[in-house]
């Protein structure tokens, strides 16, 4: 964690310092169209605007039309604008204001499947707070054998004391929800719902939509009904926000990033699951003005969210690669497809949003259990295909591994993966189906799948138990629990996880009896290597999230 925390608190300094002269700058002091190319007419295109400082200026508006463009969303407290502009010489124009530190296309920048880090404050919230909270059943869920991953962490255990409050909201930033399905329409908020595509938000669950699948399964993982039928999530009793950032074929773009994060923090979201990094690099250099604008306009959104009390929760990705000694990026830009192109990358290139500081970042376990142990409970093997690192991974959850398997006969039938809610009639491999006796929605759907995006949407759903235990309405500026305090509870409580001495061999599938050095990062090629003692590993950050020890703010609970 130190060294990409030092590496932007740099960044942030110097922003502060450009934020102080851009205070004093005269109004009249303006950007020169004069100056800058006139272009051509092209195709219309989206395109991100950094202002220097803390926020946009009044006249963004004149200024984005005197180049060419109109203005979508204007996110002036954090000085973030999202732009529409058919003028080829948009970007340059608005880099010709000197107030404009960064303008850049984001059709080439969008984000995907990732996440995190964060610091830790002290004692607040470690008594329960004054939440309605109510207990929740796990047994009696149709498919609760199949639920290998909450057993695996302890959800059950916990949910005798608390299955979450209603007064909390969950929100994931992902492809949509499917609001109609029976075991999430009833903890759905509508007015806590968006779509976020364009870059300003649509409210609404009915815009929010999905239309990918991903979305519907991590908010099943985090918050899934407490109603004898499916699965049960981990947080049962909160409600459930979707925050659509993703196109269908799952890409996020960075306006739709950037609009989620301020309508988290406008609406005092309680916690956002973030399964996904920004397309279309994998790495993001502070080097590259393009990926460096749109590291810092996600950054600033993040941290706008972080002030209003919410909790940012994010997977670490699914590359197989040590996020803390990157080398090498083979997959960006990854659109539009097929642009490729192999490069070297350094610790100045960061995955977002996992490296962005305050995050809490999630690394994949399957149910095998490994050669060493640490804490109360047996160890499971880091998934072959999470990327971790000594500086991003605060906590491991499960995420599902097809090619090692435990012997849970639950994780057995669903064949190592994580069982969640689905839309109804979207492609699965590995499906149940319940019928509901709803002539509205007459068999709801679910799907066991595999990585990190699996795992965050558990430590999210931990988020909101722990601020439904926690929490308190007293200071609403900060939120329920302030995100270091959740992210205490979280860390302090998790089950600590030792590096392993010897690695297995694949029990499962094609690729049954491969060793698992034979899984190598899918950038640089190079064998995975845990580093660390069991207080804190780059492979398991500070250990396997457990529910009952985070929900009694005791570790030797369980
Ligand atoms: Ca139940
Ligand atoms: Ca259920
Ligand atoms: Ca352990």
Redesign the pocket.
Known sequence: MLAPRRRLSRLLAGAAVIAATGIVMPTAALPTAAAAPAGATGPTETYLVLFKGSSSPADAAVTVARAGGTVVADHAKIGVLVARSDNTAFADRMRADNRVEGATATADYATRIDDGVVEADAAEGSQPGELPNAP???E??TFWNLQWDMRQMQVDQAHTVTGGSEAVVAGTIDTGVDYRHPDLRANMSDADSVNCLSGAPVPGMVAADDDNGHGTHTAGTMAAA???AGI?GVAPNVKIAALKAATAEGYFFAEAVVCSFVWAGDRKLDVTNNSYFVDPYLFNCRNEETQRTIWKAVQRAVRYAMNQGVTVVASEGNNSEDLSHPTTDATSPDFPPGNEVTRDVTNACVVIPVEIPGVIGVTATGSFVQDTAEGQYPDNLKSYYSSFGMSTADVAAPGGDFYFRGTDPGAQAIQGQVLSTWPEGFPCTRSRQEATGDPTYPTATYCGIQGTSMAGPHVAGLAALVISRYGDLDTPQNGKLRPTQVEQLITQTADPQACPETLPNATSGRLAGQPYSAFVGSESGAVQECQGNGGHTSWYGQGQVDALAAVTNDRSNG
Do not use: I, L
Request: glycine share 0%; aromatic share 0%; no cysteine.
């Open positions: 929740a059943t796990d009696d869920e407490d109603n004898s049960v």
